[in-house]
């Protein structure tokens, strides 16, 4: 009854703010008062409900939003440069095609978080970029339909369809992803509270990634592709489900969560928009930025070499490309929901991704010099390779809430522009990458005693490792003040 009262109070005096300034100009120094007293009144409210723990409903709701993003992710980092050169893309063109759709989320991010950080509106921005998603992502493994239509299936013009559906794919990605990210910091002030959402959203990563592997398992088990029809067929059925299962989470998220800048109250139309300047003048944006970067390349080279490194590499058997990764992602998610029970402090949050970079150069090494002979250790090395990527992972997204702290104004700046980082540099890497891959990267061998180095092996093995040595020496440098207090509201384990 108390903030009810609060909430109509401030309402009130807010509608009188135009009447005072046209009618009684000789007030202006009362309008002063009471703009600073709203000031006051819609920060009470803020501590009173940012500070608190947020309940276990709402975690859940929050977690659930990202779903269709990261299953339509999976399938794109693990399936995409597969599919285009089973079907005949050379591997420069498949990763012309990766690239011209990393570029166009990166560049989308900071568009779309620029807009966000102007006008608010999460959930709108959630909804559209998932319509898009929805609608453009059957096209980008659902065959070349201008090929179709032109009656021409040339290189050419499938690299040029291809990078077209996939920039446009890529841009209600990144629409999903900021306004998803950047809400966060607005649901609640309570620190440990924000790493338990990001941690919930990282174990919904999983459940969406474990989703698609089991779906992918299925079709592969399923049904045999001897033709380019064949293999069109089962990724286009791949895609359509993941659509379908993602659709029904984000429906979830959008009725169950509430806007984020209502809860503010007039505090949030009180408070000047943030310059970009403001973060660029903080050393900890720029180690924040590394280090999530990196964590990103890891996770994300790591993904698109897994499928043609067991295949090719180790010569296991189909079933092994959906395998491996759902074992990692099963870990993964064991591990972030364990994450969600530890109360949280900056230096908790360095010591977890320290230990999550080195137990992944353990595993870069393994993948590194394991002969095809031992195949069946890449189940075991996978099981490691997931409790990194979610020790890495979640405590990468939590230093951006560190970084934001209480400025809510530069939250979506914050995200999308180390989104747009992100972007580029996987897309330059898996491009540089897949140049230098053979599209029959082992003409002749023995899978049972070589170790054959690859530019696959290299790529799932070198690149991780060394980007997580490189994290872990920047997280060593940083300095996370901030306090994790406030415990949670309820257990989320019982």
Not at 13 to 39: G, N, S
Not at 101 to 106: L, N, S, V
Not at 108 to 116: D, N, P, R, S
Not at 134 to 158: D, H, N, Q, R, Y
Request: hydrophobic letters at 50%; charged letters at 10%; aromatic letters at 14%.
């Amino acid at each position: 009854m108390l903030e009810l009262g609060r909430r109509l109070l401030s309402f009130f005096l807010l509608l009188l703010l135009p009447w005072i300034d046209r009618e009684l100009h000789f007030f202006a120094h009362l309008k002063e008062f009471y703009i600073i007293f709203l000031t006051v009144m819609s920060n009470s409210i803020e501590d009173d409900s940012f500070s608190k723990p947020v309940g276990r409903r709402s975690i859940f709701y929050y977690g659930v939003g990202h779903m269709l993003n990261d299953i339509t992710s999976a399938c794109w980092f693990t399936y995409l440069l597969l599919f285009l050169t089973d079907i005949g893309l050379s591997s420069r063109d498949a990763a012309t095609v990766m690239l011209s759709g990393q570029i166009a989320d990166g560049l989308a991010t900071i568009f779309v978080g620029e807009l966000i950080d102007r006008f608010g509106h999460f959930k709108i921005w959630h909804g559209a970029g998932s319509l898009l998603v929805a609608f453009s992502f059957s096209s980008v493994f659902g065959g070349c339909i201008p090929c179709k239509t032109l009656a021409s299936f040339s290189s050419m013009v499938e690299t040029v369809s291809y990078s077209t559906f996939a920039a446009i794919f890529n841009v209600g990605w990144a629409a999903t992803q900021v306004s998803h990210m950047s809400m966060v910091n607005c649901i609640t002030f309570n620190s440990t509270s924000r790493v338990v959402l990001a941690s919930c959203r990282n174990a919904f990563t999983m459940v969406a990634n474990l989703s698609l592997y089991g779906v992918a398992l299925i079709v592969f088990g399923i049904s045999t592709a001897k033709t380019r029809a064949d293999i069109e067929n089962q990724y286009r059925w791949i895609a359509y489900l993941s659509i379908f299962i993602g659709c029904c989470f984000v429906g979830i998220f959008l009725f169950g969560t509430k806007e984020p800048r209502s809860k503010a109250g007039i505090c949030a139309n009180i408070h000047a928009r943030i310059s970009w300047t403001y973060w660029f003048l903080k050393i900890l944006y720029y180690q924040v930025a590394l280090v999530y970067v990196l964590t990103r390349l890891v996770l994300n080279v790591s993904q698109a070499y897994l499928a043609f490194y067991v295949i090719n590499d180790l010569g296991m058997a189909q079933s092994a490309k959906a395998l491996a990764p759902a074992i990692i992602y099963i870990c993964s998610f064991i591990v972030s929901v364990l994450l969600q029970e530890v109360a949280w402090n900056g230096q908790r949050l360095k010591a977890y991704h320290t230990a999550g970079g080195i137990l992944w150069m353990f595993c870069g090494v393994g993948i590194l010099l394991l002969p095809g002979s031992m195949s069946v250790f890449m189940y075991a090395i996978s099981v490691f390779i997931g409790i990194a990527n979610a020790l890495m992972m979640v405590t990468a997204v939590s230093m951006q809430s560190i970084l934001i702290g209480e400025d809510l104004n530069g939250c979506a700046f914050v995200c999308g522009s180390l989104s747009f980082l992100d972007k580029i540099s996987c897309g330059l890497a898996l491009f540089v990458l897949q140049s230098y891959q053979s599209s029959s990267p082992r003409v002749a061998g023995n899978y049972s005693t070589d170790v054959y180095f690859s530019v696959t092996r290299y790529g799932l093995g070198l690149v991780p490792a060394f980007c997580s040595l490189v994290g872990v020496a920047v997280t060593s440098t940083m300095e996370l003040h901030t306090p994790f207090s406030k415990p949670l509201m309820e257990p989320l384990l019982e």
